[in-house]
C-alpha cells in the first residue's frame, strides 16, 4: 500500500512538471492580427495588442513616410501576410525585450519554423540591426544570407541594391517604368552609387528596377560608352 501511495505521488509530481513545461512554452502564444510591413506585425499578446518588429532581419520598405516603395518590399510584406495573418505564432525575446519604439523584438515562430529565417531564405530580408545583447542567432542568419546571396534570389538578384545601411534608393520613375521616347533601343545604361557604369538587357534579373539614364541598342554600343553587365549576367 505505501509503495502504491508513493507512485501514485511520484505520478502527480512528474504531471505537475509537464503542467509547469507546457506553461512555459506556451507563455509567449500570440495571434496575429495584422502585417504593418514584411519584418513588422500586430499581435494579440498577453491579453493586449504588442506590436513586434523581427529580431535582426530587414526588409524593403513599403509604408515608409518618407521613402518610395523599394524592390521586394510588396513581395516580403505579401509573404508575411500569407504565411502569418491570422495564425497562431510562438515570440522568443531576447535579452532586450523592446526598441526605443516601445515594440516587443522578437524571434517569431510558427509551427516548427523560425520566420525571420524563412525570410532570409527567400531573399525577402537582408540581416541587419545587430545590436548586443540581441544577437542569438546571428552567425545562424549570417549563414542562411550568404546562402541566398550566392543563390542570387529575392533582393540579391539586383546588383548592389543592399548595401551596409539599408537598400539602394530607387526614386519613383525606376521601377517597372520606361522612358518613352527610347524608341527601339531597350539596353538600360545605369550608374550606381558607387560610380559604377553597368548597362541592364531586358534578361536583366534587375531590369524592371534599373533607373535607365542611358538607353543603348545593343551591347557593343554600350561596352563602348563604358559600361559592363552585371555580375550575375557575366
Same mark, same amino acid.
Given at each position: 500500500?505505501?509503495?502504491?501511495?508513493?507512485?501514485?505521488?511520484?505520478?502527480?509530481?512528474?504531471l505537475?512538471?509537464?503542467?509547469?513545461?507546457?506553461?512555459?512554452?506556451?507563455?509567449?502564444?500570440?495571434?496575429?492580427?495584422?502585417?504593418?510591413?514584411?519584418?513588422?506585425?500586430?499581435?494579440?499578446?498577453?491579453?493586449?495588442?504588442?506590436?513586434?518588429?523581427?529580431?535582426?532581419?530587414?526588409? =524593403?520598405?513599403?509604408?515608409?513616410?518618407?521613402k518610395?516603395?523599394?524592390p521586394?518590399? =510588396?513581395?516580403?510584406?505579401?509573404?508575411?501576410?500569407?504565411?502569418?495573418?491570422?495564425?497562431?505564432?510562438?515570440?522568443?525575446?531576447?535579452v532586450?525585450?523592446?526598441?526605443?519604439?516601445?515594440?516587443?523584438?522578437?524571434?517569431?515562430?510558427?509551427?516548427?519554423?523560425?520566420?525571420?529565417e524563412?525570410l532570409?531564405?527567400?531573399?525577402?530580408?537582408?540581416?541587419?540591426?545587430?545590436?548586443?545583447?540581441?544577437?542569438?542567432?546571428?552567425?545562424?542568419?549570417?549563414?542562411?544570407?550568404?546562402k541566398a546571396?550566392?543563390?542570387?534570389?529575392?533582393?540579391?538578384?539586383?546588383?548592389?541594391?543592399?548595401?551596409?545601411?539599408?537598400?539602394?534608393s530607387f526614386?519613383?520613375?525606376?521601377?517597372?517604368?520606361?522612358?518613352?521616347?527610347?524608341?527601339?533601343?531597350?539596353?538600360?545604361?545605369n550608374?550606381?552609387?558607387?560610380?559604377?557604369?553597368?548597362?541592364?538587357t531586358?534578361?536583366?534579373?534587375?531590369?524592371?528596377?534599373?533607373?535607365?539614364?542611358?538607353?543603348?541598342?545593343?551591347?557593343e554600343?554600350?561596352?563602348?560608352?563604358?559600361?559592363?553587365? =552585371?555580375?550575375?549576367?557575366?
Amino acid at each position: 500500500m505505501k509503495q502504491k501511495i508513493i507512485l501514485f505521488c511520484t505520478f502527480l509530481l512528474v504531471l505537475n512538471i509537464l503542467a509547469s513545461c507546457s506553461t512555459n512554452n506556451d507563455g509567449n502564444l500570440a495571434v496575429v492580427t495584422k502585417v504593418v510591413d514584411g519584418d513588422t506585425i500586430d499581435v494579440t499578446f498577453d491579453n493586449k495588442e504588442e506590436r513586434v518588429r523581427l529580431l535582426l532581419v530587414d526588409t =524593403p520598405e513599403t509604408k515608409h513616410p518618407t521613402k518610395p516603395v523599394q524592390p521586394f518590399g =510588396p513581395e516580403a510584406y505579401q509573404f508575411t501576410k500569407q504565411t502569418l495573418e491570422g495564425k497562431k505564432v510562438r515570440l522568443e525575446l531576447d535579452v532586450s525585450e523592446r526598441d526605443k519604439y516601445g515594440r516587443l523584438l522578437a524571434y517569431v515562430w510558427i509551427d516548427d519554423k523560425m520566420f525571420n529565417e524563412m525570410l532570409l531564405e527567400k531573399g525577402l530580408a537582408r540581416v541587419a540591426y545587430v545590436f548586443a545583447p540581441n544577437t542569438k542567432y546571428v552567425d545562424r542568419f549570417y549563414e542562411i544570407q550568404k546562402k541566398a546571396q550566392k543563390e542570387g534570389v529575392g533582393i540579391w538578384s539586383i546588383e548592389n541594391y543592399v548595401q551596409e545601411d539599408g537598400f539602394q534608393s530607387f526614386n519613383e520613375n525606376s521601377v517597372n517604368t520606361k522612358d518613352e521616347n527610347n524608341g527601339d533601343c531597350l539596353i538600360k545604361g545605369n550608374i550606381n552609387s558607387k560610380g559604377e557604369k553597368i548597362y541592364h538587357t531586358i534578361d536583366s534579373p534587375s531590369y524592371e528596377q534599373t533607373k535607365a539614364e542611358r538607353w543603348f541598342c545593343t551591347e557593343e554600343e554600350a561596352k563602348a560608352a563604358g559600361f559592363r553587365p =552585371p555580375k550575375n549576367m557575366r
